[in-house]
């Protein structure tokens, strides 16, 4: 089995304030692994890294064998977990922005979802509500043929009716042997998806393993240890 993603001894500083203090970790192909930690524990920090936004940083990182990069960009689908497109293009227009820059983008996919999710086409991104807009996001990212997806907090702003819906999605749609790295506020919903998980704190990984092998050594859901583990 592949690995996906392979971090080692990772390290990131913004001034005197660390941000990654030396994470280490696998993820081979297949897996659904869930990023979690409170703000401040260094999630953005790593998924940056790994998405090739930021390079100022020691240790080593591969994706498929490569440093992040622009071989690496090619391999990563990324779901910010902000509105990156403007205000003004229309929802069917980003769809060509996304076939003309991803080889991989697949826009009969795409429209397909944009049906079944019920977002507009011919609105401009500015009119959607917040919760359309992260469904947007969350169709472009999810039709590419990428190997590793990197989806930050892909639910956060969608009502609780529509969030069995997205995920879903995100299950039947992903790249056949590609994983996906979900971080996530939200962890009572979206925990039964999780193969892994990784609890970061302060910047170092606090907890990490198969998700069914914590809740029975722990003896409790995975929403339950996150709220056990990070408590004031």
Known sequence: MQT??????????????????????????????????????????????ICGLLHDYEGDVQICGYTPGVESKRLVSYLPDKMTLPAWLKVYESLGIYNGFYEDFDPQ??????????????KRIGELSKGMQEKLQLVLAISRQARLYV???????????????????????????????????????????????????EGRIHLQGDAETLRQEHGQSIDGLFREVYKC
Not at 109 to 122: G, I, N, S
Not at 154 to 166: L, Q
């Open 4 to 49: 996906v993603l392979r971090i080692d001894d990772l390290h990131k500083m913004y001034g005197a304030q660390v941000a990654l203090g030396g994470v280490s970790l696998a993820i081979p192909e297949g897996r659904i692994v869930g990023l979690l930690g409170p703000n401040g524990s260094g999630k953005t920090t790593m998924i940056k890294i």
């Open 151 to 201: 989806l930050d907090e892909p639910i956060a702003g969608v009502d609780p009716a529509s969030r069995d819906v997205i995920l879903s999605i995100i299950m039947d749609n992903f790249a056949h042997g590609a994983s996906i790295l979900l971080s996530t506020h939200i962890i009572s919903d979206v925990e039964t998806v999780f193969d892994d998980v990784i609890f970061l704190k």
């Open 109 to 122: 996919k795409a429209r397909r979802l944009l049906d079944q999710l019920e977002v507009p086409e011919h």
